[in-house]
């Protein structure tokens, strides 16, 4: 059981970190995505661009105990790098985390690889850079609106074909199949990565005949057929379909806050309290994410510490 799991190893989920450990929280994890920590830094910012502190004129008083002031794109990635190998951060990259669910005694992080964590209380702090995993050949530009990366845009009847092995593609099949002739296409032929419930679920459909399945075999293109989809496979088969849904890791942060069934409001921005408190008790959200427009790196910073302030508290009651 993990104390505080960060879910984001970006400035605001390292400062989170960093503040709980300087209130004495010793068991506190960062899962990122991403290889590294800073993901959106490495990924957006030009090589030696600027950093600001007042970034767009936003002043921000920093009240927690990092010392972050005007630099460079390689001057933030070398404090936010010190500041984690001194106080021995424990940051789990290449972890996608899914989504998270509240138990009895606290919360259960998913990961796109099928692992589960345990923790007593959750931070997101996934910033708004996030995207679908993508496959690597062309999607033509006529077929762009009938290949997806959620379910918002199926119509009923529609011939559907879900891609992907893991818990969001096996969950996606087996609803959709009772309403939509649907079929599972995985590369693999064996489900490794599902948790139980999800297994037995699949084994269901697939043996009552709703879901149809295309197992061990690659897409290898997509074509337009009469305003259609056509997918060829690597075994040299074709098949039309009127549309298709990718999950193959990678979320939208909209699609991640959905999946984790907090509360947003009209803007589709979560809602949470003054203390950074989601719908959703000792689920907290911090940084760009949590807020509708702006951000910055030392607003970020300054949510994290207030988050990890009231969690310490909360831990010693
Ligand atoms: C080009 C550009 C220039 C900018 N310049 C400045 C500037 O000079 N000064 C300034 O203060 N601000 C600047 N900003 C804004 C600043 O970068 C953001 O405000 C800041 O990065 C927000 O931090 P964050 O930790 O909330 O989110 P992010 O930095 O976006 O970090 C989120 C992290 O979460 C990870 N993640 C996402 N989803 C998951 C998941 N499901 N599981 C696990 N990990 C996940 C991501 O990989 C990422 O590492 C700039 C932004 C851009 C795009």
Redesign the pocket.
């Known amino acids: 059981m993990i104390d505080v799991a960060i879910?984001?190893?970006?400035?605001?989920?390292i400062s989170t970190a960093i503040e709980s450990k300087k209130l004495g929280v010793e068991n506190v994890a960062i899962?990122?995505?991403?290889e590294s920590?800073?993901?959106?830094?490495r990924k957006?910012?030009k090589d030696g661009?600027?950093?600001?502190?007042d970034?767009k004129g936003q002043e921000v008083t920093l009240k927690g105990s990092i010392d972050f002031c005007d630099g460079n794109k390689e001057s933030t990635l070398d404090l936010f790098g010190s500041l984690l190998s001194s106080n021995q951060i424990d940051l789990k990259p290449q972890?996608?985390?899914?989504r998270i669910s509240k138990t009895e005694d606290g919360f259960e992080l998913l990961s796109s690889g099928g692992e589960s964590f345990k923790a007593r209380f959750v931070v997101i702090?996934?910033?708004?850079?996030?995207q679908p995993n993508k496959p690597s050949y062309a999607i033509p530009l006529p077929i762009r609106s009938l290949v997806n990366f959620n379910a918002n845009s199926i119509q009923k009847d529609e011939k559907l074909l879900i891609v992907g092995g893991g818990n969001s593609a096996v969950e996606y099949a087996y609803d959709l199949c009772k309403t939509n002739p649907t079929t599972l296409n995985y590369r693999r032929s064996e489900f490794a990565r599902i948790n139980d419930a999800n297994a037995q679920e699949l084994q269901k459909v697939i043996s009552s005949g709703e879901l149809q399945t295309k197992l061990g075999v690659d897409i290898v293109a997509l074509s337009e057929d009469s305003g259609r989809v056509c997918v060829e496979f690597a075994d040299s088969t074709k098949e039309t379909y009127d549309r298709i849904i990718y999950a193959i890791g990678g979320?939208t942060p909209l699609d991640?806050l959905q999946k984790c069934k907090l509360e947003l409001d009209e803007k589709q921005t979560p809602k949470s309290s003054e203390i950074h408190e989601t719908s959703i008790q000792d689920l907290f959200i911090?940084?760009?994410?949590a807020l509708q427009s702006g951000?910055?790196?030392?607003i970020?910073l300054n949510h994290g510490y207030e988050i990890a302030q009231e969690i310490a508290k909360r831990l010693k009651n």
């Open positions: 879910v984001g190893a970006g400035t605001t989920g899962f990122e995505k991403g920590y800073l993901t959106t830094i957006f910012y661009k600027r950093v600001d502190r970034y972890t996608d985390i899914e702090a996934i910033g708004k850079m996030g979320s991640f911090a940084g760009d994410i951000g910055s790196i030392a970020g």
